[in-house]
Nanobody, 117 residues
Framework: QVQLVESGGRTVHAGESLRLSCVIS????????MRWYRQAPGKQRELVAT?????RTFYEDFVKGRFTISRGHDMSFLQMDSLTPEDTARYYC?????????????WGQGTQVTVSA
């Protein structure tokens, strides 16, 4: 079964940058839409960025101009610049995967990003 593993989260100061990575492993035919979500303590999980299979990207207003989603071979990246304390959250990688048994939406376990003032 396909698995997603995020990395790159850590504690940084406001104004600094981080790059999150997501490795997609396991038997599959293709990886289509990739997304990054985040969930702050006491809040619902929210969409951050979307990357379609045709390379079109979409961002939520609260990260537009600061975050960039990209992909590599079986990988997804989230470049985060000009971080603020409001970006503190656990960040999750999400991918729509075509496995040999059909299509599935897969999630990683998340990586913690903490931004101090």
């Amino acid at each position: 079964q396909v698995q997603l593993v995020e990395s790159g989260g850590r504690t940084v100061h406001a104004g600094e940058s981080l790059r999150l990575s997501c490795v997609i492993s396991g038997p599959k035919i293709s990886v289509n839409t990739m997304r990054w979500y985040r969930q702050a303590p006491g809040k619902q999980r929210e969409l951050v960025a979307t990357l379609l299979s045709d390379d079109r990207t979409f961002y939520e207003d609260f990260v537009k101009g600061r975050f960039t989603i990209s992909r590599g071979h079986d990988m997804s990246f989230l470049q985060m610049d000009s971080l603020t304390p409001e970006d503190t959250a656990r960040y999750y990688c999400n991918a729509e995967v075509r496995e040999f048994s059909g299509y599935r939406t897969a999630w990683g376990q998340g990586t913690q990003v903490t931004v101090s003032a």
